[in-house]
């Protein structure tokens, strides 16, 4: 069974930083793609950033330069660090193995002006 566990959301001011935490059981997060995905009320999902196997990363124009996923292989573990956040930032936060129904359980983030 595959589990995608979150962790690290919560309030924070506009301008501070946040760093998401998404530990997986049952699968490889080294070994396989995953990204972070957030949504915002009444608006669709929207991809936030990727990782893929080589480490290649890729962000959303909108998070460029203020948000960096990454992975430690040996926590099985993939990272959303979040800096100079806004409150157009605030969403439910997801990470997901990549082109799958594996989801985390999604996690608020709340950036107050």
């Known amino acids: 069974q595959v589990t995608l566990v979150e962790s690290g959301g919560g309030w924070v001011q506009a301008g501070g930083s946040r760093r998401r935490a998404c530990a997986a059981a049952g699968a490889s997060a080294r070994f396989n793609p995953m990204a972070w995905y957030r949504q915002a009320p009444g608006q669709e999902r929207e991809l936030v950033a990727r990782?893929?196997?080589?480490?290649?990363?890729t962000s959303a124009d909108s998070v460029k330069g203020r948000f960096t996923i990454s992975r430690d292989g040996a926590k099985n573990t993939v990272y959303l660090q979040m800096n100079s956040l806004k409150p157009e930032d605030t969403a439910v936060y997801y990470c997901?193995?990549?082109?799958?129904?594996?989801w985390g359980q999604g996690t608020q983030v709340t950036v107050s002006a």
């Open positions: 997901n193995i990549w082109s799958t129904d594996y």
């Open positions: 990782i893929s196997t080589d480490d290649i990363t």
